[in-house]
Structure formats: C-alpha cells, structure tokens
C-alpha cells in the first residue's frame, strides 16, 4: 500500500516535498517512481529509481528541478521540488514496482494522488 501526502498550493518559484509511505511489502527492493496528471493530459512519468540505486530517471522538463529520494528506514520515498511552475499543476502519484523500474507506466502499485497547484 502506498500514501503520498504534501501536495498543497505554492507560488511559481517556490518549492514543496511530497512524501510517499510504503507498507506491506518489502519496500527496499522495490522500484519506485512518482507520476502526475494534470487536469484534461494523460498521466505521465515524472520521476523514478531503481530499488538498488544503479538508476535514476527523470523526465526533460523537471530535470534539474526535481530530485526523487528514498529513506529505506521510513519506507518512504520523496519528491523534492524546487522551482516550481504554473505547468507543475497536478495531481501527483507514487508508484511502485518489484520488477521493472524506470520509465514506463506499468507499475503494479499506485497510491492516491496528491495535489499540487502552481500559482503565477
């Protein structure tokens, strides 16, 4: 089970972290990644890693941006978000997988989103 949480409404320019909390399973071994949707778009692929560290992806337009983080102690997985923009609006997933990890859409784990507005 996954719970994302810290999503709320920031000004352009500024920063939020959205937390994701794993339970019920062994969440050191798991890919992860974070998705969002905005409204009336597709979801699609924000940022991920790969339970072991060997890779790490993110999409073009948060690169440099955003940084995607694990705390193995917590079972928590972080979204930091520096600089936001009007177009980060969204409603953000955590997604888990214990096989594949990068950037697809076929994780086998989702939690609810969390909603992140972006005023300019």
């Known amino acids: 089970q996954l719970q994302a949480f810290g999503g709320g409404l920031v000004q352009a320019g500024g920063s939020l972290r959205l937390s994701c909390a794993a339970s019920g399973r062994t969440f050191m071994y798991l890919h992860m990644a974070w998705f969002r949707q905005a409204p009336g778009k597709e979801r699609e692929f924000v940022a991920g890693?790969?339970?072991?560290?060997?890779?790490?992806y993110y999409t073009n337009s948060v690169k440099g941006r955003f940084t995607i983080s694990r705390d193995n102690v917590k079972n928590t997985v972080f979204l930091q978000m520096n600089s936001l923009k009007p177009e980060d609006t969204a409603v953000y997933y955590c997604?888990?997988?214990?096989?594949?990890?990068?950037?697809?859409?076929?994780?086998?784990?989702w939690g609810q989103g969390t909603l992140v507005t972006v005023s300019s």
């Open positions: 890693f790969s339970w072991s560290g060997s890779g790490t």
């Open positions: 997604a888990a997988d214990p096989v594949r990890a990068g950037i697809h859409s076929t994780y086998d784990y």
